[in-house]
């Protein structure tokens, strides 16, 4: 038997999208003394979701500060900090209660450096869990990666895995832009076998590049965070029928990522978009109005398709909650649709 | 007034201008005392001093700005009427005191930060009157490259220039954190006016810098009257000075440059010594209406407009002063608006003959530090190329 090189292989780690997270702000914390977190209940808490647990331990008070319930007051004060130099991570519970602050983070975030002519940059991150959770219904649901990702100025990712949340909170903390970052509280918990460059401190995903997570000739499936685990879960099913997927995960809302949403389009020459947020004016609609625009309108043999959450406040009885977010079985009978099966 | 018996004035009523005399040799004094309005007080022990003692030097400065920003405002208007401005402009004639008080008061490695009533300060924190005039007009030369007009024009340790009522609020707040996070020992100014102060987001600056003990002063600048609406009408209790609630204050007479001045000094004093923030209410007055499209006039009478010009103009009242204890005489003072008339005569030339900004610059800086990339313009065929 062939003696083993010097290569030693690290067993593949569990690393759930938390864990992840608060890796990448701890690291950002290490790396930078710029950069702090404030938010309601991130620091003596451990954070309402325990995403920032044990910062405040590491960091103490000047890095990791506690604020009132006070959005509009505490997303300013993230803001005035990142023009004065700093390089703030302002956290909000969750993103519905970023709607308190939403003038801050558009009026004075993100629209400042163009206003002033490229003199004032923003260097802040605005991060928090968007989207359906379970059972918190309608004021605690929606999903704000149409709102943010409508307007120039901002950059607005939104992680699915723990790779993902890593590789993008450490690029938005490093980014000297306003950058939102979407992330998802049913996701959390969840385990991903992390890949030994993610270990790495320097461990990047660069904004503005979606991943292609499987390969497939069939249909073209585009999605954004956690739809994306549905979107490879419908995946698998199809594959025993013989339909295989390409699977995309955005990664990026804005600046989207188009050109690799064309090219997967022009190879297997149909098209479905899965999100979370409603249908009305959403990601999904401007990835079809995009692809209507350029190269891949061509190559469909079908009508794009989309699927979305339901044009609904979210309501709170499990079978309507149910029934409100896409499931795998609306996602597998979108692409049969789609592909005429 | 060249009487033998020279020496110190102390002079707190506005005396008739100087009549011209011939003075035959310069012998000017090199500094006055004054007296100064005593600043009402909130939660304070002590407040600024009562008297002050001004150069010549300074009072010849402060003169200078203060009648360069007056005719930079006029000229704004003059401006406007032609239509070589458009949109919104919300002049600060009247209030010069404060914005030249205020910086009198502070270090330049101090930070300010307004509303959008701010050309006033865009020049007492180092914009040009012709980098200020030519954004107005919308030039390339403009201080934001014509892409932020009025109310968003921003310099080093000046945070603009701010469109939404109050916002500015927890902005300066959060520059002032930045201060104490840097520990560099300064401060930051943060205006509102009487009407921003009812925005909740005030209070909620108000909390946090007093919790946090952040060095933030929190600058009122009452002119009475929120748009149209008077301050009676819009507040429950208009003693802005004393709205931080549990943060300490005073109420200062806005009119008085000298006023302003140690006004300032004291509180930017108290914030730099670790204590906390402190709310400053200047009393002050607008000539022009709310901006160019209110003439001013249907919620306050010309007469009362007319009545704060007599009696409490900023620059009348530091002429006299300065005349009066012969710090400099009126055909000095006289001299410098001419200059004065002629700087910002050629700024507005410039504001007048400089290029609009070039249109392939349309979609430039809207992310900083990022490489290029395509904009889209009003169609899918317009496209616009986006440098940092």
Redesign the interface.
Known sequence: MAAVSGLVRRPLEQVTVREAINQGMDEELERDEKVFLLGEEVAQYDGAYKVSRGLWKKYGDKRIIDTPISEMGFAGIAVGAAMAGLRPICEFMTFNFSMQAIDQVINSAAKTYYMSGGFQSVPIVFRGPNGASAGVAAQHSQCFAAWYGHCPGLKVVSPWNSEDAKGLIKSAIRDNNPVVVLENELMYGVPFEFPSEAQSKDFLIPIGKAKIERQGTHITVVSHSRPVGHCLEAATVLSKEGIECEVINMRTIRPMDIETIEASVMKTNHLITVEGGWPQFGVGAEICARIMEGPAFNFLDAPAVRVTGADVPMPYAKILEDNSVPQVKDIIFAIKKTLNI | MLAAAVSRVLSGVTQKPASRVLVASCNYSNDAMFAIKKCDLYRLEEGPPVTTVLTREDGLKYYRMMQTVRRMELKADQLYKQKFIRGFCHLCDGQEACSVGLEAGINPTD?V?TSYRAHGLCYTRGLSVRSILAELTGRRG???????GSM????KNF??G???VG?Q???????????K??GNKEV?LTLYGDGAANQ??IA??H??AA??KLPCVFICENNLYGMGTPVERASASTDYYKRGNFIPGLRVDGMDVLGVREATKFVADYCRSGKGPIVMELQTYRYHGHSMSDPGISYRTREEVQNVRKKSDPIMLLKDRMVNSELATVEELKDIDVEVRKEVEDAAQFALTDPEPPLEELA???????PA?E?RGAN?WIKFKSL?
């Not at chain 2, 403009?142 to 932020?148: D, E, L, Y």
């Open positions: 930070h930060i403009g201080c934001a490259k014509g892409k932020g968003h024009m921003y310099v945070y603009g701010n469109g939404i916002a609020g927890p902005l300066g707040a959060g520059i002032a954190l930045a201060c996070y840097k930051c909740g987001q909620e600056a909390n946090m919790l946090w430039h800086h809207i992310y900083c530090n990022t990339f904009v899918q940092s």
